[in-house]
């Protein structure tokens, strides 16, 4: 593989940029000029193969897919060597998956819509690219302080006590989106300003196909005051390009009971009504929840640009727009 022309910025996707914008910079590394190459090749390669499987011996975030934990040192990116605690979480190409070369663009792309169209608080997050031209995604972690010590962070699994020991291998699947906020309203003090935010997330990752959206990717963080807020959103990506998914990751789905909508019975997926009363059901006030809803069943054109500038091969990128039309059409539905 060789390092492709860059066109539109790695960052922003914003076009006109043969490497990170300005913005992106400031975002991303502090204004600091780092470039969007990595001095490395991609793990699989056998010149740097040796530090990656020892660097993956220290990284401690947890998931299935391989992260690599990288600092910033006189503007360079850096694997973190032993003693040492990461600045940047660097996920390369993973494996087993449909269209695997796909994901590194595919999660930077679903992040970036997520901030730029729809408002989402995410973590800082860019495309950067191996010597050999493979590229990778590269996240800012939100869960440190100035100081580098951590601030807390609990994903939702440890809120509810599950674990793999306790409750089995699938265990951040077994739960509802409507149990997630009651945790909500349990651990926040301010839960009802979270408690949209939370709304927000769950409806952007059902119109983006985000079948990944389960209890791990999903925390708290503490504040300054001592509190805690809904964390940053992560891990958004499109994930029926990549496997056969389910609407919801959860398996319960968006109700702790059975309930069923005229909608859900007649198509088996979820529309407009099912989000008021799942909105209903988490205390959110029906005024609020149509203006929460409202962006969400209207066609966003700031999506279609962004998709078109991504780095998604070109019939990914008709797929992509394909899945958010299918799905845009479905959470339109009122009947």
């Known amino acids: 593989m060789t390092l492709p022309e860059i066109k539109n910025c790695p960052g922003t996707l914003a076009k006109g940029f043969s490497t990170y914008s300005n913005l992106s910079l400031k975002h991303l590394f502090g204004g600091r000029k780092v470039s969007h190459i990595l001095p490395y090749y991609e793990p699989g390669n056998s010149e740097d193969s040796g530090i990656f499987i020892e660097n993956r011996k220290r990284i401690s975030v947890s998931g299935v897919q391989e ?183 959860l398996k319960d789905g968006l109700f702790e009971n059975d309930y069923k909508s005229a909608t859900l019975q007649r198509t088996n997926h979820p529309g407009q009504k099912d989000f008021m009363e799942f909105a209903y059901r988490i205390g959110i006030r029906e005024t609020r929840a149509d203006k929460i809803i409202k962006p969400f069943i209207q066609r966003n054109e700031m999506v279609k640009t962004l998709v078109e500038s991504s780095f998604l091969n070109d019939q990914t990128k008709k797929t992509y727009l394909m899945n958010y039309n299918q799905r845009l059409r479905l959470l339109q539905s009122i009947r």
């Open 67 to 249: 992260k690599v934990s990288l600092l910033l040192e006189n503007n360079k990116l850096r694997l973190t060597r032993d003693g040492e605690h990461g600045t940047y979480i660097l996920k390369p190409i993973p494996r087993d998956l449909k269209k695997t070369n796909q994901v590194p663009a595919n999660e930077h792309l679903t992040m970036q819509i997520a901030k730029q169209a729809y408002g989402i608080l995410t973590a800082e997050n860019a495309l950067i690219f191996f010597k050999g031209g493979e590229p990778a995604y590269i996240t800012k972690r939100f869960d440190l302080k100035k100081d580098g010590s951590n601030l807390g962070k609990e994903d939702f699994a440890s809120l509810a006590g599950k674990s793999a020991e306790i409750s089995g291998t699938d265990f951040k699947y077994e739960y509802s989106y409507e149990a997630m906020a009651g945790l909500i309203k349990k651990f926040v003090p301010a839960w009802k300003i979270e408690m949209e935010k939370f709304l927000a997330l769950i409806l952007f990752n059902y119109l983006f196909s985000n079948g990944d959206a389960h209890l791990k990717n999903f925390a708290l963080l503490e504040t300054s005051a001592g509190d805690h807020l809904l964390s940053p959103a992560y891990d958004l990506i499109n994930t029926s390009i990549h496997v056969n998914d389910s609407d919801f990751a």
